[in-house]
């Protein structure tokens, strides 16, 4: 018999959400992660990431350690790197994101940054996922460039060995023949995605384009294809970035990028979590959020049917005050680990069950 893969929807039917701080990432939860490729001094990261932020990103990104084609390229600043993005998720009040390389760096990057991030070159990195399999932060994978679907699930099912669902997988683009892009968005494999694996899957346009003007496009058919984030490439000033300049968006294209995905959120029915929102966007959060509870609650008594079926073949009475007092026990638990008021989730319970029980008379008469 074969083995059921964590990252599969034979293991888990319904979407994985991730929270990191006031942020969540998976299902109707959009990411908008932003910042510099490289932390290149305190100045410049925090300067980047509170411009960001205001604008609508609710991650900041920013690598400690860079992997680079050429060894004369900057690396990065080390953990002089990582002290600063700590010291900027204190004071922002906002997650972060910085990319590990080597199993050594695992346990100190893990108290530095809230998201660790596997870069493409390392995805089958075996020693690299087995270590960051042992800690509870989320993980973005990112998919190799010339990874297979089966490959990048499989890497991120190494990450998941030890019981932490929290991974998030990262399209951004894979090698072809084509020479003008960078590399090449493979945003078809977004759908398949999500019918392979309740993991949520962003997309990086700035490593896949290679081209700030290619940004905006990329990050509107990201949107439209069900892409539960973006990750992007952001610096105060791109024409002296330490690296990845011709690719990161000045501040100023940044707020406009975000003025022109905004409707598409709306439309595809998105929730940005941990940003300021205006009047209007919190009215249309809320609205989606009604409309959601609707549709549930029209499902949970779509099964009153098959609920009386079950009852009468196998002589159960409708009421069934245990089961019930079981019910709204379990429910008044879950209400304090959300911190909702479990009076609240009691009298709307009272109400369905009510419900229900009078859906059940009328069926069977």
């Known amino acids: 018999m074969s083995k059921i893969m964590r990252y599969s929807r034979d293991y888990k039917k319904k979407d994985t959400i991730i929270t990191v701080k006031n942020v969540k990432i998976g299902g109707k939860f959009f990411a908008i992660a932003a910042g510099p490729c490289a932390v290149e001094n305190r100045d410049q990261y925090f ?98 460039m010339s990874a297979t679907i089966e490959e990048w699930l499989n890497s991120a099912e190494y990450l998941m060995t030890e019981g932490n669902e929290n991974i998030i997988l990262c399209e951004r683009g894979i090698r072809t023949f084509e020479t003008i892009t960078r590399n090449t968005l493979d945003l078809s494999i977004i759908p398949l995605i999500k019918m392979r694996t309740h993991l949520p899957i962003i997309v990086d346009p700035s490593h896949a384009t290679g081209n700030r003007e290619l940004i905006t496009p990329a990050c509107k058919a990201a949107i439209a294809s069900n892409s539960d984030g973006l990750i992007i490439e952001v610096h105060q000033n791109p024409e002296v970035a330490m690296s990845d300049g011709p690719q990161s968006l000045d501040i100023a294209q940044f707020s406009e990028l975000i003025n022109q995905i905004k409707p598409i959120l709306e439309v595809e029915r998105k929730i940005i979590t941990g940003t300021t929102l205006n009047l209007s966007e919190i009215r249309h959060q809320i609205s989606c959020v009604d409309e959601d509870i609707i549709d549930l609650l029209a499902t949970r008594m779509s099964l009153v049917p098959s609920l009386i079926e079950f009852k009468r073949e196998n002589q159960i009475p409708i009421y069934q005050p245990e089961r019930e007092k079981e019910i709204l026990t379990k429910y008044a638990n879950l209400a304090q680990k959300y911190t909702l008021n479990p009076a609240l989730v009691q009298k709307i319970f009272d109400l369905i069950i009510t419900e229900m029980r009078e859906l059940q008379k009328k069926e069977r008469v």
């Open 47 to 144: 300067e980047t990431a509170i411009a960001v932020k205001k604008s609508g990103a609710n991650l900041i990104r920013g690598s400690a350690y860079k992997p680079r084609t050429s060894p004369y390229s900057f690396q990065g600043l080390g953990q002089e790197a990582l002290t600063i993005i700590r010291d900027l998720g204190e004071e922002l009040k906002i997650p972060t994101i910085t990319e590990v390389m080597d199993p050594r760096d695992v346990k100190t990057t893990s108290q530095h940054a809230d998201i660790l991030q596997v870069g493409a070159r390392n995805m089958q990195n075996f020693e690299l996922l087995k270590e960051l399999a042992k800690i509870n932060n989320p993980i973005i994978l990112k998919r190799g």
